[in-house]
Every structure is written in structure tokens, then in C-alpha cells.
């Protein structure tokens, strides 16, 4: 992908570890199991740290794929992480319950573009009936936590309006993206 951006090829890419329902196994790194099957572990410790080690192995293939948009030069000489916006997310907040809302997602690059890093936003806040995260006196996040992934707590907040906002910094001119309400501010 990175060598497609460089030479020009594709301004666009999407890489995927398999479906929602049949992400594949990294027998490589010692997982079997789907990450499907995994995230259906039901509380063995087991297959949670599987879990666990395969979305580390997910997060540090897209750390490596910034680097290298990070140390690789467009035709201007340019890093090419500040001309590409870079994705990293699931459908899916809690594969448990299959909840679908307040997704986690990370946005990375794409300073060239106006966009502005360094925060973390949670679009929850911002709601007026939100009360907190659950968490127990054992510091673990509850049950109710997990609530927050199969409900929207802030019902304004949809993942077109980041999609929306993508679309608008590649020069597509547009006003909705899907059911988009609004642009995110960036």
C-alpha cells in the first residue's frame, strides 16, 4: 500500500484482517482461533489473552504502516503520513454482545490535509444522558461499561460524519456521507 501511494498508483486502500464474523487466525504468532471464536470467550482468561495478543499484533502492523508512510517522501519530498489519512477501526465496540456502537477508532496522518492530531475525542461527553463509565472497586470496567457498546450514548454521533469529513479532504464534494448529520471538527 505504501509503494501504491508513493508511485501514485491508488489514492485509496483498505486492508482488512478478515470480516467481522471470520477474521482469520495468526498462527504465526501462536493464535489458532479466529478472532471471531475469541472474542466469544465468555470469560476463560485463555482465550482472552489471545484476544489481547491478537489485536496487539493488529495495532503494531498499523504503527508500522505509519512509520512507513512517516520515512517515505512523495514526488514533492514529502512524508506521505501528512497527504494520507489512515483508518484503524472495527464495526464492532464489544465482539462479546456484537455491539455497534461507540466505535473505537484511531484516525492518524493526514496533517497536509488540515487535519489536527494529538487529542482523543469522546463524542459520549458530549451527550446529555451520559453518566460515566462503570467501572467496579476492583478498577475493572463493569457490565454496565458494556452497555455503552450496544446503545449509542450520544445518538448525534455517527461514524459517516468522520467518513464525511474523509471524503471532504479528498476533494469530493459532498455534504452527506450515508446517514451523516454533521462533519466532524478536526
Same mark, same amino acid.
Given at each position: ?16 484482517l ?12 501462536? =493464535?489458532?482461533?479466529? *478472532? ?5 470467550? &465468555? ?7 489471545? !484476544? $489481547? ?6 495495532i ?18 514529502k ?41 482523543? =475525542?469522546?463524542?459520549? *461527553? ?5 453518566? &460515566?463509565?462503570?467501572?467496579g472497586?476492583?478498577?475493572? !470496567? $463493569? ?41 466532524v471538527?478536526?
Amino acid at each position: 500500500m505504501v509503494l501504491a501511494f508513493q508511485t501514485d498508483t491508488t489514492r485509496v486502500a483498505t486492508f482488512s484482517l478478515g470480516g467481522e464474523g471470520s477474521a482469520f487466525a495468526i498462527p504465526e504468532i501462536g =493464535i489458532t482461533e479466529s *478472532r471471531h471464536q475469541l472474542s466469544h470467550h &465468555g470469560g476463560d482468561a485463555g482465550y482472552m489473552e489471545k !484476544l $489481547t495478543n491478537y489485536d496487539t499484533f493488529a495495532i503494531e502492523q498499523f504503527s508500522y504502516f505509519l512509520s512507513r508512510l512517516a520515512e517515505t517522501k512523495d514526488f514533492n519530498g514529502k512524508p506521505l503520513l501528512g497527504s494520507t489519512m489512515s483508518l484503524f477501526g472495527s464495526g464492532m465496540c464489544y465482539g462479546h454482545s456484537h455491539g455497534n456502537a461507540n466505535l473505537p477508532l484511531v484516525l492518524a496522518g493526514g496533517s497536509d490535509l488540515g487535519l489536527k492530531h494529538g487529542t482523543h =475525542i469522546d463524542f459520549n *461527553r458530549a451527550a446529555a444522558n451520559f453518566k &460515566g463509565y462503570s467501572v467496579g472497586a476492583d478498577g475493572a !470496567l $463493569t457490565s454496565a461499561h458494556y452497555q455503552v457498546c450496544s446503545r449509542p450514548v450520544n445518538t448525534d454521533a455517527h461514524m459517516s460524519n468522520l467518513l464525511l469529513l474523509m471524503a471532504q479532504r479528498m476533494g469530493v464534494e459532498t455534504e452527506r456521507f450515508g446517514d451523516s448529520n454533521k462533519v466532524v471538527a478536526l
